[in-house]
């Protein structure tokens, strides 16, 4: 008899014959018998099969016993037993390698916290964080997705964004805040009444990012900052004009002149907003959600209420914007969404002309606000309702289950679609390319219904904020025990895309920045991967949509697959990223109005959400007019959602901004203390933040436009 056994791990223990018959009678009671007797014969069979394989004084592996077991129970006639048992084993065996990779991720991440989201810190919360992301992926993939749907993630045909969430929350969400102030709300610590100053606003606004983010995966937004904010701002002045006649009053000399009163109240208000709005910013670059791992991704809408109140908002935020944090730092946070529309901000008659200038200025210096455009040809159907974006890229308005706005509405999941692999897989044929985009565009949608099923089976009681303070629509009424499916199929369920530059090189040879039959055929692809999301919409009663995916966690993933699968292809897998989206590859020579020209017909196709850039070599403050340029050939060309890029180097002792090309301060002479902010994939980050992938990707950013 042999003594010891070789486990997978090379560990040696010792052998135990009692775990054979164990195992063969669970194979046996898998398939209806009940003979212990039996199981206990077949283990000797075995054991003197190894014999004769092995001498006594060898030490036999886990798997030679086992392959010794099939061998034995087949050919002594057990085969359903066999084959029970060989299901079992290849059971155990799935389950095996999922631990061990989950093993292998837990140890990087405990190496080095990983680089998926550029918004996530180095902190222990952080790493715990990616952890338990990493434990639900496991489980997701091995246990709950549907195989062909798990293995077409694994192997790189699709990917599945925010995995570690799939079945226990949506993205993101579009706040009402105007109704949570005026109504007050419950954070899970007792109610919070309306507020009765400006400032008391901003923290309950920031407050109300930060519980939200706690309740979802994605970004946190306000559609109507300005006009939400407006009536705060007038329950200020009124204070204002308040305190001033008792002040007065007190020092007997009643103020009997209004418009001096109204003057001096303006001014006092004036100054309560901005250190509001300075309140506000502050709070969202260092306010944390998810336990401490990160803060939370908020973005504002503003620019388009011409309301003395509202312009003050959009003034005073942009102007604490500008001014940065306490060093000077560059606020990462919120996203900043400037609305343009015709009549309210474009031209210089309009009343908010001054505050778009503004905008401009701080841009200039920030990166940031971006710009959304409300007279997009696709804004048409809902003129009525300003469009408003998120986070990266995400737009909501149209709805096939009810009123067609963007307040309480968010992405529920969304799955990108590697578009360089099915070029590569046709050779060139695009028959065989229209075929296997056919494919994969079903696999998609059956994979966003499925997560879909499992989504809407949810609680109210699962998300005490978002569901519990009724922020998506039609969540009124709902109990804690209802399911929130009446409130989520407002939301929308995406396809994305990546690497459309590639595919097109596979295709053709060339690019669509290179060629106008690329062009042509990249609109022919994208255009119809729209129409198999609207039909989708239609036959599933469902918000289907196509977005430009963000390519943050998948830029390499899908490259690093393809290059092990087909090897460096020029064009198309020779380097560390896939291209984002439509845009024309970050490395390819191009005029800024040529590459506007090439991607804006894409924006009108991408309803989930787009986004286009223009690369500068530095920040433009000192050429607004050729910024302002710029930003208007981007609204002439139909783009929806738009911003310009350029290095933002700032010296963390003293705060000096600019362009520094190495890791000492020019002005105060600080070495290692550069923060270098760049746009990741439609928000801001520091470039030590970014993967490996984004880091390179960034390195070989061409300049589109000299100043």
Known sequence: MFLQIRKRDDRIEPFNPTKITEAIFAAAKAVGGEDRQTAMELTIEVMNYLKKQKQLDDV??????????????IETGHARTAKAYILYREKRSRLREGRTELMDTVAEIVRETNRDNANVGNSPSAKILQIAEAASKSFYLRRLIPEDESRAHLEGDIYIHDLGWYGKTMTCLQIPLDRLLREGFNNGHGYIRPPKSIKTATALAAIILQSNQNDMHGGQSFAYFDRDLAPYVEIEKERQMKNLREVAGQLGTPMDDEKKLEKLALERTEDEVYQAMEGFIYNLNTMHSRAGAQVPFSSVNLGTDTSWAGRMVTKNFLLAFEKGLGKGEAPLFPNV?????????????????DLFKLSLRVACKRLQPNYSYQDASFNAPY???????????????????????????????????????????????????????????????KQLLTRY??????????????????????????????????????????????????????????????????????LAIVSYMRRRCDEASKQHGLNFTLLATPAEQLSGKFTKLDQERYGILPGITDRDWYTNSFHVPVEYEIAALEKIKIEAPYHKYCNAGHISYVELPSAPHQNLEAFEKLIRAMCEADMGYFAVNFPVDICKECGYNGVIDTETCPKCHTEGQISRVRRITGYLSTLDMFNESKRAEEKNRKVHMRL
Not at 337 to 353: L, R, S, T
Not at 483 to 505: D, N, Y
């Open 60 to 73: 036999p592996g886990v798997e030679e016993v086992q392959d010794a077991v099939e061998k034995v129970l």
């Open 337 to 353: 969404i400037f609305k343009i529309k015709d009549g309210v901000n474009y031209e210089e008659d309009d009343p908010n002309y």
């Open 383 to 445: 003129r009525e309702e300003e469009v408003a974006y998120m986070g990266c890229r995400t737009r909501v308005v149209a709805n096939v289950n009810g009123p067609a706005v963007t307040n309480g509405r968010g992405n529920l999941s969304f799955t990108t679609i590697n578009l360089p692999r099915l070029g590569i897989e046709s050779g060139g044929d695009l028959t065989i390319f229209w075929q296997k985009l056919d494919q994969v565009m079903d696999l998609t949608i």
């Open 453 to 522: 099923n499992l989504q809407k089976k949810l609680r109210v009681k699962d998300f005490p904020f978002l569901m519990g303070q009724h922020l998506y629509l039609d969540s009124e009424g709902l109990k804690p025990d209802d399911p929130v499916e009446k409130a989520i199929r407002h939301g929308t369920l995406s396809t994305g895309f990546i690497g459309l530059a590639e595919c097109l090189v596979a295709l053709t040879g060339k690019h669509h920045g290179e060629s106008p039959e690329a062009q042509a055929l990249g």
